[in-house]
């Protein structure tokens, strides 16, 4: 059996990075029952009540994982950085460290407050 395009992405990453996209995956995938998963641009994209939610890409700086928030423009959380974007914001974290769970929680039910 083939691999979608979407399982292909998460067996090309490199093994350390794997680990922390396929949680994200599963965990953003059980925020709740309208979210879906969908490949767009070139990576996975994530849609709550069909509407564009979040995306996986890489730091070119780190090389580290980051979920990149559609609806962040006005979000003020430490851990998470706007760099030149204007409307969104991401959401880098190091897979050599622990994966920051409160951090996640309260950024993700921004998130889902904005929709």
Known sequence: M???VIDQ???KQPSQNQAVLLFLRQYILELRPEMTEHWKYGTPFYYY???PFCYFHHS???GNPYMG???AKELVHPAVERGNRKKM???EVDPNKD???NDLQEVMNYLLEQY
Do not use: D, H, M, N
Request: charged letters at 35%; proline letters at 5%; aromatic letters at 14%.
């Open 2 to 4: 083939e691999l979608s």
């Open 9 to 11: 992405y998460f067996e």
């Open 49 to 51: 009540k069909a509407k």
């Open 60 to 62: 070119k700086k780190t």
């Open 69 to 71: 928030l559609v609806r």
């Open 89 to 91: 914001q991401i959401f």
């Open 99 to 101: 994966l920051p769970l």
